[in-house]
């Protein structure tokens, strides 16, 4: 289960997407995210995953491993379909049992919200994949240091976000390790009722938030040490420069906005029933 | 046949990522009844995971684990039967406490264990006292206690279990001189008073050399080397050429003896050089 957790995880790959500006990747992923979301039929939302794709398939991350980032979010995949599925109640009726009507609008919409999620899960589990921290917390720091002339040190935030992002690897490993520990000693996390389970979470968590604080105030120590005073008059060895690649990166993403919009405004608002005849 | 023993034991980590690391490669090891067994090797060298393939919570890439002739994988029930046969206590256990009291940590094995409460009495005070941790000490809080003494909080709440095999993963990192020394010397006590098997994982050659009866070396997910403790440190530039050394008792009298006095090199203990010393010095050997 805990292996499933692939955000914050870095796929150490060289390939086109993985060189790209860290800049030009979160802005991106971003703007992917928003018209994921503003996309409103199923041919723009075709469009979308097909770009979401093509971007997997340059990184060059296999496909297997972006899949398998998604599996955390099955149950809310599952639930929100089931509502959809439930109380939409467009299009040709299908089955009727018991109060539930199953109709093809509430199959339509539950496909629609599905890879909806899971696009826009793929998409941001992409950027991590092919970023690495550091290089993730330098574009963060040089995207938003113009807000340094506004008198926010936003080298703070981005040394949180950092922090937070490189300890997800090892919180996992640490819960690893004390889910074995706890095995050893005869521990059952596997079976039993939800009482039972929601019980043994006692000798998982004590321990963990207990190791985690006192990681954090060594980590802290470490930094006081370090002379760390936030970002103040701070210098970076590798200066971020936008190269040919970027610029192709931004004008792929200007068409894709430009798509989405077309696609959008052509196929109108997603309507489940003219749909449903439309493809019959 | 071997009370436990592997065959072509092999482990990979993240199969089929970047990340995969081949930690066990075709490992065949055995441990006898009342063996204390010692397995050395450089970080990475693929102990640790052994050990947690020893007690059935890593699932072998290859081959398989036998317990008294039966493959300890072989069903649900084997699986967690084994977990209580072979008592395995990690490294730095002392993060992984997590009652309310000493008693109750000492007693989350065996109660999962399903014994009766009497039982579980018997046993957690049992092994308080291989510990040395005094029954004064039950209610106080673990986080409460120092390095030294939370670690052997958590041992205890390994040997509660009475395991026939208790492993212990670097049980003196860490520690302070004295701490070593009261694990070690519990480590023996525990062998000797209930004749059980031990496994410890170190990287001290002078720990191993005190209480080992029989040493494994791993080297780059493979055994390198297994015998007593006189025929592994016999092979002193073997272990150095793979990042290990032997006791340090032993790098002196190599060196007196390469100086020309007449003293063994094999000495491997504070107590053989004691006598070895005796010999040299008592039998007429006063001139060397």
């Given at each position: 289960?805990?292996?499933?957790?692939?955000?914050?995880?870095?796929?150490?790959?060289?390939?086109?997407?993985?060189?790209?500006?860290?800049?030009?990747?979160?802005?991106?992923?971003?703007?992917?995210?928003?018209?994921?979301v503003?996309?409103?039929?199923?041919?723009?939302?075709?469009?979308?995953?097909?770009?979401?794709?093509?971007?997997?398939?340059?990184?060059?991350?296999?496909?297997?491993t972006?899949?398998?980032?998604?599996?955390?979010?099955?149950?809310?995949?599952?639930?929100?379909?089931?509502?959809?599925?439930?109380?939409?109640?467009?299009?040709?009726?299908?089955i009727?049992?018991?109060?539930?009507?199953?109709?093809?609008?509430?199959i339509?919409?539950?496909?629609?919200?599905?890879?909806?999620?899971?696009?826009?899960?793929?998409?941001?589990?992409?950027?991590?994949?092919?970023?690495s921290?550091?290089?993730?917390?330098?574009?963060?720091?040089?995207?938003?240091?113009?807000?340094?002339?506004?008198?926010?040190?936003?080298?703070?935030?981005?040394?949180?976000?950092?922090?937070?992002?490189?300890?997800?690897?090892?919180?996992?490993?640490?819960?690893?390790?004390?889910?074995?520990?706890q095995?050893?000693?005869?521990?059952?996390?596997?079976?039993?009722?939800?009482?039972?389970?929601?019980?043994?979470?006692?000798?998982?968590?004590?321990?963990?938030?207990?190791?985690s604080?006192?990681?954090?105030?060594?980590?802290?120590?470490?930094?006081?040490?370090?002379?760390?005073?936030?970002?103040?008059?701070?210098?970076?060895?590798?200066?971020?420069?936008?190269?040919?690649?970027?610029?192709?990166?931004?004008?792929?993403?200007?068409?894709?906005?430009?798509?989405?919009?077309?696609?959008?405004?052509?196929?109108?608002?997603?309507?489940?029933?003219?749909?449903?005849?439309?493809?019959? | 046949m071997?009370?436990?023993?592997?065959?072509?034991?092999s482990?990979?980590?993240?199969?089929?990522t970047?990340?995969?690391?081949?930690?066990?490669?075709?490992?065949?090891?055995?441990?006898?009844?009342?063996?204390?067994?010692?397995?050395?090797?450089?970080?990475?060298?693929?102990?640790?995971?052994?050990?947690?393939?020893?007690?059935?919570?890593?699932?072998?890439?290859?081959?398989?684990?036998?317990?008294?002739?039966?493959d300890?994988?072989?069903?649900?029930?084997?699986?967690?039967?084994?977990?209580?046969?072979?008592?395995?206590?990690?490294?730095?256990?002392?993060?992984?406490?997590?009652?309310?009291?000493?008693?109750?940590?000492?007693?989350?094995?065996p109660?999962?264990?399903?014994?009766?409460?009497?039982?579980?009495?018997?046993?957690?005070?049992?092994?308080?006292?291989?510990?040395?941790?005094?029954?004064?000490?039950?209610?106080?809080?673990?986080?409460?206690?120092?390095?030294?003494?939370?670690?052997?909080?958590?041992?205890?709440?390994?040997?509660?279990?009475?395991?026939?095999?208790?492993?212990?993963?670097?049980?003196?990192?860490?520690?302070?001189p004295?701490?070593?020394?009261q694990?070690?010397?519990?480590?023996?006590?525990?062998?000797?008073?209930?004749?059980?098997?031990?496994?410890?994982?170190?990287?001290?050659?002078?720990?191993?050399?005190?209480?080992?009866?029989?040493?494994?070396?791993?080297?780059?997910?493979?055994?390198?080397?297994?015998?007593?403790?006189?025929?592994?440190?016999?092979?002193?530039?073997?272990?150095?050429?793979?990042?290990?050394?032997?006791?340090?008792?032993t790098?002196?009298?190599?060196?007196?003896?390469?100086?020309?006095?007449?003293?063994?090199?094999?000495?491997?203990?504070?107590?053989?050089?004691?006598?070895?010393?005796?010999?040299?010095?008592?039998?007429?050997?006063?001139?060397?």
């Open positions: 289960m805990l292996k499933d957790i692939t955000i914050g995880q870095y796929f150490p790959l060289n390939s086109v997407i993985h060189r790209l500006d860290p800049r030009v990747k979160l802005l991106y992923t971003f703007v992917f995210i928003i018209f994921i503003v996309s409103n039929n199923f041919v723009s939302l075709a469009f979308c995953v097909a770009c979401a794709l093509a971007v997997t398939f340059i990184s060059r991350v296999p496909l297997k972006v899949i398998r980032g998604l599996r955390p979010i099955l149950l809310v995949i599952i639930v929100t379909s089931l509502l959809q599925i439930i109380y939409v109640k467009t299009g040709v009726p299908l009727s049992f018991w109060k539930i009507k199953i109709t093809s609008g509430g339509l919409e539950a496909v629609f919200i599905t890879l909806r999620i899971s696009f826009l899960i793929v998409m941001s589990t992409m950027l991590t994949y092919t970023t921290p550091t290089s993730m917390t330098n574009g963060l720091d040089r995207a938003f240091s113009p807000l340094t002339k506004l008198g926010i040190d936003f080298n703070i935030v981005t040394m949180i976000m950092t922090i937070a992002l490189r300890f997800i690897p090892t919180l996992i490993e640490e819960v690893d390790k004390i889910i074995s520990a095995k050893s000693r005869g521990a059952d996390f596997e079976s039993g009722n939800i009482f039972k389970r929601a019980k043994m979470l006692i000798p998982l968590f004590v321990p963990l938030l207990f190791n604080s006192r990681r954090a105030y060594e980590l802290a120590y470490a930094m006081t040490c370090r002379c760390y005073n936030g970002g103040k008059g701070k210098t970076t060895m590798n200066l971020l420069k936008y190269k040919t690649n970027d610029w192709i990166a931004t004008f792929l993403t200007v068409v894709f906005v430009l798509g989405v919009i077309l696609l959008n405004i052509k196929f109108g608002e997603y309507n489940a029933q003219f749909t449903f005849n439309a493809a019959v | 071997s009370f436990l023993r592997t065959e072509n034991l482990y990979i980590y993240g199969e089929g970047p990340f995969c690391v081949t930690a066990l490669n075709k490992v065949n090891i055995e441990v006898e009844k009342g063996e204390i067994v010692a397995v050395i090797g450089q970080t990475g060298s693929g102990k640790s995971t052994l050990m947690q393939q020893l007690n059935g919570l890593l699932k072998p890439t290859e081959g398989r684990v036998l317990l008294d002739g039966e300890i994988r072989s069903s649900k029930a084997k699986k967690l039967e084994t977990r209580f046969r072979v008592g395995l206590c990690f490294q730095y256990p002392e993060y992984q406490l997590f009652e309310n009291t000493v008693y109750d940590d000492i007693a989350f094995g109660k999962n264990m399903g014994l009766s409460e009497t039982e579980v009495d018997k046993r957690v005070r049992d092994a308080a006292k291989y510990v040395g941790i005094p029954d004064s000490a039950f209610a106080t809080h673990p986080f409460d206690l120092s390095g030294g003494e939370k670690r052997r909080v958590a041992i205890a709440g390994v040997i509660s279990m009475e395991p026939e095999i208790l492993i212990l993963d670097e049980p003196t990192s860490g520690l302070d004295k701490g070593r020394e694990i070690l010397s519990l480590i023996k006590n525990y062998r000797d008073r209930t004749g059980k098997t031990v496994i410890i994982v170190s990287h001290s050659m002078n720990d191993v050399a005190k209480i080992a009866s029989k040493v494994i070396v791993m080297y780059n997910a493979k055994v390198l080397m297994t015998g007593t403790v006189d025929e592994v440190f016999e092979q002193s530039e073997k272990l150095c050429q793979i990042g290990l050394s032997v006791p340090q008792i790098e002196v009298f190599t060196k007196l003896h390469t100086m020309g006095y007449p003293v063994s090199e094999k000495v491997y203990t504070t107590e053989q050089a004691y006598r070895e010393l005796k010999r040299v010095l008592g039998g007429g050997g006063a001139n060397a």
